[in-house]
Each structure stands twice: as structure tokens, then as C-alpha cells.
């Protein structure tokens, strides 16, 4: 193989794996600001108002914690099955299709 196409295909295995590290550290930093900002704002006891429940949780545990890893769980899936790309990380390896050319010296 030639090294310009070594570079090329080893140039588009890391830009795919830059825009899986890019998507995932802003899934990351999305599910951690709802949590965040839910479980903070949500969290706040008065003492005179009673404690509103979902599904027999605090409302502000459902919608702070069990919604976000729901749909972290479904953007996991997503990701993994439509966004990541498998690429060839040995681009040096011939192609058994090659190995069977029965010209090649």
C-alpha cells in the first residue's frame, strides 16, 4: 500500500473517532447539566409543602436521575448503532481480495 493511502485511510479513522469523542462529551455534558440543574432546583425542601411523587420517587428524583438515564440509555443505543463507524485501524494488512490475483508476482 502506498503511503499516501496509509495516511488517507488512517486520516479518516481519526477524524471519525474525533466526531465520536465530540458527540459523546456533549451527550456527557447534557445529561449532567439536566441533572445537575434538575436535582438542584428540584432538591429544595419547604417544610410546610408536602413532597410531590412519581411512580412513588420524589418528583425532582424522577425527573433528575430516572428520566436522564433513560434517555442516556437511548442515545446510547442510538449512538452505537447508527453513529459509530467501525474503520480499519491496519491499513497496512492486504485485502484478501488481493490475495487471490493470480498476476500479482
Known amino acids: 500500500m502506498r503511503r499516501e493511502d496509509r495516511n488517507r485511510r488512517l486520516g479518516e479513522s481519526f477524524r471519525q473517532a474525533s466526531r465520536e469523542t465530540v458527540v459523546i462529551v456533549i451527550a456527557w455534558l447534557v445529561f449532567l447539566t439536566w441533572t445537575g440543574l434538575v436535582c438542584g432546583l428540584g432538591g429544595?425542601?419547604?417544610?410546610?409543602?408536602?413532597?410531590?411523587t412519581v411512580f412513588g420517587m420524589p418528583r425532582w428524583v424522577f425527573f433528575g436521575v430516572v428520566l436522564p438515564w433513560i434517555?442516556?440509555?437511548g442515545f446510547t443505543f442510538w449512538f452505537s448503532m447508527v453513529f459509530m463507524k467501525d474503520t480499519d485501524l491496519d491499513p497496512d494488512r492486504e485485502d484478501p481480495a488481493e490475495d487471490s490475483?493470480?498476476?500479482?508476482?
Open 101 to 105: 490475483n493470480p498476476e500479482r508476482p
Open 71 to 73: 434517555a442516556a440509555c
Open 44 to 52: 429544595r425542601f419547604d417544610p410546610d409543602k408536602p413532597v410531590e
